[in-house]
């Protein structure tokens, strides 16, 4: 168990739709990341935050947004959803901002229908 | 479990042999990197990390050798067990500041009895 949570894990909705993935990283780290999984992609960054702040930012759709919040967890905001959104997402979090092992979630399993 | 990367290059090695899992990164002026480990179904986990004023660095079982000239990492796996089997992700930073690892796209490790 890496110490980091993310709920739900899996996630099946109808294309336009929107969703929230939920990130709790492990205590005491500032930093949360999000990727994305799809096979054909492997694994793609897509955001980070470090103690509520952006600070780095990968090939993220406009239709996604994410968020950290006081209590440092974290959330994705996925809207008008498509079939090519179908993938896993995975958060990860560290200590520091940058250069440091990141641990990972189990991921959530987003299949858009 | 959830399929990752199904066209992965794949290694196969028997049970007890070595491992040398090989990787090519991007950007010469990415200073760290790390070997994950992804399990079917799971997150990615950490293995063992490198800093670019490092060319070697030992953990337990595994040796990453990090080569710059040609931008070449790999990770070595001593006396392969089967629990080894999955697939293995070398990570750069390219972030220029802050944490924005860079995977490759993964190789399947199969090890058979």
């Known amino acids: 168990d890496s110490g980091v949570t993310q709920t739900p894990k899996h996630l099946i909705t109808a294309t336009g739709q929107r969703v929230t993935l939920r990130c709790s990283p492990r205590?005491?780290?500032?930093?949360v990341y999000w990727y994305q999984q799809s096979l054909d992609q492997g694994l793609q960054f897509l955001i980070q935050?470090?103690?509520?702040?952006?600070?780095a930012k990968g090939n993220i759709l406009e239709r996604f947004s994410a968020q950290q919040f006081p209590d440092l967890h974290s959330e994705l905001n996925l809207s008008s959803l498509e079939l090519g959104d179908s993938a896993l997402y995975f958060c990860?979090?560290?200590?520091?901002?940058?250069?440091?092992?990141?641990?990972f979630g189990q991921g959530t399993r987003l299949t858009v229908v | 479990g959830e399929s990752v990367g199904l066209h992965l290059p794949t290694l196969s090695v028997q049970e007890g042999d070595n491992s040398i899992i090989n990787c090519a990164y991007s950007?010469?002026?990415?200073?760290?990197f790390i070997w994950y480990k992804q399990e079917s179904g799971k997150g990615p986990q950490f293995i063992i990390d490198?800093?670019?004023?490092?060319d070697k660095r030992q953990g337990q079982r595994v040796t990453v050798l990090l080569n710059k000239t040609v931008k070449h990492l790999s990770l070595q796996i001593a006396a392969t067990q089967p629990g080894d089997s999955a697939v293995y992700f070398c990570?750069?930073?390219?972030?220029?500041?802050?944490?924005?690892?860079?995977f490759g796209a993964g190789t399947r490790l199969a090890v058979h009895p």
């Open positions: 950007n010469s002026a990415s200073d760290y």
């Open positions: 935050y470090y103690n509520g702040e952006e600070r």
């Open positions: 990570a750069e930073n390219n972030s220029g500041g802050y944490n924005k690892l860079i």
């Open positions: 490198i800093r670019s004023n490092m």
């Open positions: 205590s005491g780290d500032l930093s």
């Open positions: 990860a979090s560290s200590v520091e901002q940058r250069s440091t092992e990141a641990f």
